[in-house]
Nanobody
Framework: EVQLVESGGGLVQAGGSLRLSCAASGFTFDDYAIGWFRQAPGKEREGVSCIRSSDGSIYYADSVKGRFTISSDNAKNTVYLQMNSLKPEDTAVYYC???????????????????WGQGTQVTVSS
């Protein structure tokens, strides 16, 4: 059974930090890119970041460049999203997703991913 389990969300003040984790199981980790998406109320799901463990390539949305860092621990099949200098506009439910590397063209597009976690809430207060 494929599982993606996010953790690490919470409430933080603007300027603070959080680290999200995405623990993957049930598929060959090295064959998949892991992406982070977020969705705020009334807004479309937005691609935030993505990492391909096969070659280490990384994608960041412009809105988070310089503030968020994605990393992967292949031994643990876990991907992390370190979020620094958080802003109120970062408030959203954050999801991790897995997409087969051989088929993934645009890491920012949600429909290119096959598996999704249940999401974790991140709330940034001003």
């Amino acid at each position: 059974e494929v599982q993606l389990v996010e953790s690490g969300g919470g409430l933080v003040q603007a300027g603070g930090s959080l680290r999200l984790s995405c623990a993957a199981s049930g598929f060959t980790f090295d064959d998949y890119a892991i992406g982070w998406f977020r969705q705020a109320p009334g807004k479309e799901r937005e691609g935030v970041s993505c990492i391909r463990s096969s070659d280490g390539s990384i994608y960041y949305a412009d809105s988070v460049k310089g503030r968020f860092t994605i990393s992967s621990d292949n031994a643990k099949n876990t991907v992390y999203l370190q979020m620094n200098s958080l802003k109120p506009e970062d408030t959203a439910v954050y999801y991790c997703a897995a997409g087969r590397i051989s088929l993934l063209v645009d890491p920012s597009i949600a429909y290119e991913y096959d598996y999704w976690g249940q999401g974790t809430q991140v709330t940034v207060s001003s």
